[in-house]
């Protein structure tokens, strides 16, 4: 994805407003049962009359939009009985301890859960005719959820990779490309050579799809008798203050995140910038987010078509345009694409 276009329609998003110091309070009051139950009262709320709103309490990050959104009976009806009886489409959300604008965050409010993420989530519930019921976690309790049961489908920005389909189902929703945040004054930039890693040291999220990326970048840097100094800080808050305290030189993180933050913290002292993009999946497939759920649960299928009734109705492009992510667009929800190869940078 163009980085450039995002940053572009991000900073249109963000003008106007001074919510950054306000926005970060909320983040870091996130928590896993508040957050939770303040999302099923706003949800239950959307359900009852047919409306989901998007971009709700999020302090500038997104244009608040009204989406009408109906029951679809033929998709209902595809959900597998233990789903049915429920009435609820228990959701994981991974944005503990600190959540990530745009993706998923806590609102202004300082409890509710909002973000493209938990929106996405509430619109495809509202297509199965189910309550969404929001359970944040960390990134790691987000997949020790759905193996439980605790919860139905991860909706988290998590990428279809043929290593995590040993294990789950995919419904894909969104393009997924990474990029390298730097400073502004750096002179660094990335334009899918490993080897331009080579004496730098870069932050990255354990136990996600880019961490497999850059940790086979320096497997192969090593084999040239070169390294990358991979670091690892609790969440993205810890990583651009490593960033803005020069103690790395990048930060390999989802575009969105990194578009997202070079437009808001433009004007400060310490600005950043984009230095390069790379697909979710590697080199040879593009990279997709996807709806991830336990393996055979029987929601993969009605979680697709929930997702492309959305797409043909309109919502779906509507709910990209409030959160500016029109850029990362797919043309329909499939159920287990090629995802991130079990060896590919």
């Known amino acids: 994805m163009p980085a450039t276009r995002l940053r572009t ?9 001074t919510a950054a110091t306000a926005l970060a309070a909320g983040l870091s009051a996130c928590g896993s049962d508040g957050a939770s139950s303040a999302s099923d009262a706003v949800s239950a709320g959307n359900a009852a009359t047919g409306t989901v709103t998007v971009g709700a309490l ?29 009435g609820q489409l228990v959701v994981g ?21 909002t973000g493209s993420e938990p929106d996405i989530s509430r619109l495809v519930a509202a297509v199965l005719g189910l309550k969404p019921v929001l359970r944040n976690s960390t990134w790691e309790n987000l997949f020790v959820g759905i193996d439980s049961g605790r919860t139905d489908v991860g909706f988290s920005n998590i990428t279809d990779t043929e290593e995590r389909k040993r294990k789950y189902d995919f419904a894909s929703y969104r393009e997924d490309n990474l990029a390298f945040a730097v400073l502004k004054s750096s002179t660094w930039n990335f334009a899918g050579d490993f080897e331009n890693l080579a004496g730098r040291t870069v932050a990255v999220g354990a136990g996600t799809n880019q961490e497999k990326i850059l940790l086979e970048w320096r497997s192969k840097l090593r084999k040239e008798g070169k390294d990358v100094t ?8 810890g990583a651009y203050l ?47 987010i996807a709806a991830t759920s336990k393996k055979d649960s029987g929601l993969a299928k009605p979680l697709a078509d929930a997702l492309n009734y959305l797409i043909a109705n309109g919502q779906y492009a509507k709910w990209l345009a409030a959160w500016n992510l029109s850029d990362e667009a797919v043309p329909t929800s499939l159920v287990d694409p090629p995802g991130l190869p079990l060896t590919n940078s």
Not at 93 to 113: K, N, W, Y
């Open 230 to 237: 991979v670091k690892y800080f609790p969440d993205n808050n």
């Open 242 to 288: 490593a960033l803005t305290g020069r103690k790395i030189d990048a930060y390999f993180a989802p575009n969105p995140d990194v578009a997202y933050h070079a437009a808001k913290d433009a004007s400060t002292p310490a600005p950043t910038r984009t230095a390069g993009t790379f697909s979710g999946a590697g080199t040879t497939v593009q990279g997709l």
């Open 93 to 113: 959300i991974g944005a503990l301890p600190a959540g990530s604008a745009p993706l998923a965050f806590v609102g202004d409010d300082q409890r509710t859960l």
């Open 9 to 17: 329609a991000v900073v249109r998003a963000l003008a106007g407003t």
């Open 58 to 86: 999020s302090n500038g990050a997104a244009r608040k939009t009204d989406l009408a959104v109906s029951e679809v009976a033929k998709i209902r009806a595809e959900l597998p009985p233990r789903v049915l009886k429920s």
